[in-house]
């Protein structure tokens, strides 16, 4: 089957923000405590950072780091996580009926996140607490010195503040399971109170509001429009969240669902254009994604360790072991993220180590790269320029979440320096190739540089620590240009990315 694709130059979408490509760790599982700490691994470091982990965190250069949640934060204070270790307290999490030992808080993080090449995106607690924590934690985390918070950093061994700029007022609170959950009018308000007080300490401050926790919530839109309403003003992105599920084991629904993302973006894209009309203001509120992946894999055993009521430290929760076929969903979703780079300005893979992650460990043992890794290392290292918009003419099916599908799903971005032209694709044709065909107008001395393609004959094959090279990229050259044509072929579902000298 063939697809036409036209992509010109100087037809363009967005210029991509770098933060599309950033991460999340919660205090959850083993995302924290076996994930990137843990004291005694062979490759842990004088401050018990597994190097194994930060090798790999730093090969996926991801900009920024959200922490510390996710539900952890609703009911979470972060004085429990400063101070020396011995004094910490060890709490229960409500949100995940976990025991939390606080060996791990803002400042380790942030240590870890400058070994990791990446800068911390930090959450307040809007759910049990409120504005007076907030800016306590920010005065603790950002001023020199010279005041009670300040100079209670510098006592617990931190001279030189944080400096964190990007900030998430609270987390889901749309949600009813969410500790302190609040209606969208308590929520805005409150949101906007904290914000102007956040914002009194400093400007330039980057403030992120919660929107809706999925498309499916019964508040949705209105919740977006009732919290913009209250704080436009004072925020600077809205959040949303969305995973994504192949329960039916219908693989062809599954890989449509990027379209169900794409008319999530669209909606609140409208909200935000409405509430800024209304209030006659010349900011656009940007779409701060900071929660999305592929998340049902570990559902049933994730329903037994809770039903145990142990409160136990550091479970094996959120473990998904993800296959070929993830890939082509992660890799539709990173797509759909450049194609909407106009809106979408941040983005968030939740998470990064062991709970719904590209990276997997076992205690006291190896890291591996999940399957998901690569989609996602591709669009990281590659898709960052400008998001360049395309027009494609090719066949489609018909899905429960959309008619018309494209078999192709296909992004592209020229790079900041201008010299290189980088198409993402999925073939989601489960038995046909695609020949592709794309028309490169502005590009007259295009050539092909590097083709990757991922497929595998088992859509459940997945990576572990004794095959951690089951599913992986290979570089092959079926790509060529002839005419000022690209012309390639694309697997049966098959993730691909081509990169052309330009």
């Known amino acids: 089957m063939k697809t036409n694709v036209v992509v010109h130059r100087d037809f363009r979408i967005a210029t991509i923000d770098s933060r599309l490509y950033s991460s999340f760790l919660e205090h959850l599982g083993r995302a924290i405590y076996g994930g990137i700490y843990e004291p005694g691994h062979p490759t842990a470091d004088e401050d018990g950072f597994r190097q194994d982990v930060l090798d790999l965190v730093r090969e996926l250069d991801t900009p920024y780091c959200r922490y510390p949640g996710g539900n952890f934060v609703s009911a979470y204070n972060w004085e429990d996580g400063v101070g020396p270790r011995a004094e910490r307290p060890v709490r229960l999490d409500l949100a995940w009926r976990t025991r939390e030992a606080n060996q791990i808080g803002v400042n380790e993080f ?17 759910g049990s607490r409120g504005l007076d924590a907030a800016r306590n934690f920010l005065e603790y985390c950002n001023h020199p010195g010279g005041t009670y918070w300040s100079d209670l950093r510098r006592k617990h061994g931190w001279s030189n503040p944080h ?8 987390n889901e609170m749309d949600g009813p399971w969410q500790v302190g959950h609040k209606s969208a009018y308590e929520y805005g308000r409150l949101a906007d109170e904290t914000a102007k007080a956040m914002r009194g300490f400093d400007k330039s401050l980057e403030l992120v509001v919660c929107g809706s926790s999925n498309s499916d919530m019964k508040t949705y839109p209105e919740w977006e429009a009732q919290v913009l309403e209250q704080c436009y003003d004072s925020a600077d992105h809205i959040s949303l969240h969305m995973y994504f599920a192949n329960r039916e084991k219908n693989t062809l629904n599954y890989l449509a669902r990027a379209t169900k993302l794409d008319r999530y ?10 509430i800024k009309a209304k209030k006659r203001s010349k900011k656009t509120i940007g779409i701060s994604f900071d929660e999305w992946n592929v998340w049902y894999h570990s559902n049933q055993q994730d329903k037994e360790i809770l039903a145990r009521d ?7 929760l959120l473990e998904d072991i993800y ?3 993830d890939v082509l969903q992660v890799g539709g979703i990173l797509n759909t993220f450049i194609r909407r780079s106009d809106r979408v300005r941040i983005a968030c893979i939740a998470q990064l180590v062991n709970v ?23 669009a990281s290292r590659y898709g960052r320029g400008t998001a360049l918009q395309l027009v494609v003419d090719g066949p489609t099916y018909d899905s429960d979440e959309e008619n018309d599908v494209p078999y192709l799903d296909v992004s592209a971005v020229h790079s900041e320096d201008g010299r290189t032209l980088t ?16 028309r490169l107008e502005g590009f007259a001395n295009a050539r092909v540089v590097e083709q990757v393609e991922m497929t595998h004959g088992d859509l459940e094959a997945v990576n572990t620590a004794a095959r951690p090279q089951t599913v992986t990229p290979v570089n092959v050259e079926s790509g060529k240009i002839e ?15 081509i990169r052309l000298s330009v």
Not at 113 to 123: E, G, H, I, W, Y
Not at 310 to 316: K, Q
Not at 483 to 497: C, E, M, Q, T
Request: glycine share 6%; hydrophobic share 40%.
């Open 110 to 126: 942030v240590d870890w996140c400058k070994k990791a090449n990446t800068k911390p995106m930090l959450a307040v607690n809007l």
């Open 163 to 170: 400096d964190v700029k990007l900030w998430c007022l609270g």
């Open 265 to 274: 973006i669209t909606t609140i894209g409208g909200v935000i254009d409405y």
């Open 310 to 316: 142990e409160w136990p430290d550091a479970p094996h």
């Open 323 to 325: 296959n070929f076929e």
């Open 356 to 378: 719904i992650a590209p990276i997997m460990t076992e205690d006291g043992g190896a890291a591996w790269r999940q399957t998901i890794y690569y989609p996602f290392y591709y």
């Open 423 to 438: 198409f993402f694709a999925v073939n989601r044709h489960p038995s046909t190739a695609l020949d592709l065909d794309v």
């Open 483 to 497: 005419d000022g044509r690209l012309r390639a072929a694309l697997k049966p579902f098959s993730y691909n990315v």
